[in-house]
């Protein structure tokens, strides 16, 4: 069995009862790994862990605010209790929010003279909307690997890893605060794999390209299911043509996690984003 050394221990995962992170948690625990699904939203947690535990697999939902040290603190005390210290952390939380994103790809001129009902200028952004985007992406995974970490210090074989994206590394247009958040994520984990190397953390991060979530499939399809011309953008500048799925993300998540296929990785951003971030356009 591959990655069998992976069976037996302990993920968290934040953001757990999401798209991709749930595929996260039913990945780790078909290879024996027990899985906290941790998220704001219980129901959510709860529906992703039942489905594993159905399935045969061993994980448990707990409700987390990763912007409030106490529930991050409750958790892993209960974490603990059920499944004993953390060996891998996935730092899943994260998002945008629609004060942080203009309503046009490019300033036109007029647009600060002439405000227009409904559409959002640069001039527009709201610092609360923007505020909030930097506090979920980098302050919630800041708060979230102070608090599990301390159970990683002075063990062998643990690792954390962080959810960037692809447009950490290209800004996209409409959405700077998203945009910048992430990068700051990227550098984040950079950071933290250099602060914790000499104590055999590695620190990588995944930077997905473009999938279909609940997040996005608004601003991703029409109500017939049709591509908005933002998608067909996208699809046009991405060379294999269509959007992930989640499973496109196991094999990148499975060899950050397994140190038997990654013990001198650390500090590396991995695009899992169907060459979007390697064409220049022509």
């Given amino acids: 069995m591959f990655h069998s050394n ?10 757990g009862g999401g798209v ?15 899985v906290a699904v941790l998220d704001l939203n219980l129901n959510a947690a709860k529906t992703v862990a039942d489905a594993i535990c159905l399935s045969g697999g061993e994980a448990k939902a707990y409700e987390c605010n990763v912007l409030e040290s106490e529930s991050l603190e409750k958790v892993r005390r209960a ?7 953390c060996d891998i952390l996935i730092n899943g939380a994260g998002g945008n929010n629609p004060k942080g994103t203009t309503s046009k790809e490019y300033y036109e001129p007029g647009d600060l003279e002439n405000r227009v009902n409904g559409i959002k200028t640069f001039f527009d952004l709201d610092p ?9 992406n980098i302050l919630g995974t800041l708060l979230t690997t102070q608090c599990f970490a301390k159970d990683m210090i002075g063990r062998n074989n643990v690792s954390i890893l962080n959810i960037s994206s692809m447009n950490a590394f290209s800004p996209l247009t409409k959405i700077p605060a998203y945009s910048a958040a992430k990068a700051g994520v990227s550098n984040f984990t950079q950071w933290l794999a250099v602060h914790f190397a000499k104590e055999g953390i590695r620190v990588n991060a995944i930077a997905p390209g473009f999938f279909a979530t609940n997040q996005n499939k608004t ?45 001198f990785i650390t500090g590396v951003i991995l ?4 060459g979007f971030s390697a064409y220049s356009g022509v």
């Avoid at 974490?79 to 210290?85: M, S």
């Avoid at 609360?128 to 979920?136: C, K, T």
């Fill in 6 to 15: 992976l069976k037996g221990r302990t993920a968290v995962i934040t953001g």
């Fill in 20 to 34: 991709l992170c749930s595929s996260f948690a039913k990945a780790l625990s078909s290879l024996g790994v027990k």
């Fill in 219 to 263: 601003l991703l399809f029409n109500e017939d299911g049709s591509l908005t011309p933002r998608s067909e953008k996208i699809i046009s500048q991405t060379p294999m043509g269509r959007f992930g799925v989640p499973e496109d993300l196991t094999g990148a998540l499975v060899f950050l996690c397994d140190e038997e296929y990654s013990s």
């Fill in 128 to 136: 609360e909307g923007i505020s909030f985007v930097f506090n979920l």
């Fill in 271 to 274: 695009p899992v984003d169907g």
């Fill in 79 to 85: 974490v603990n209790a059920d499944f004993g210290p």
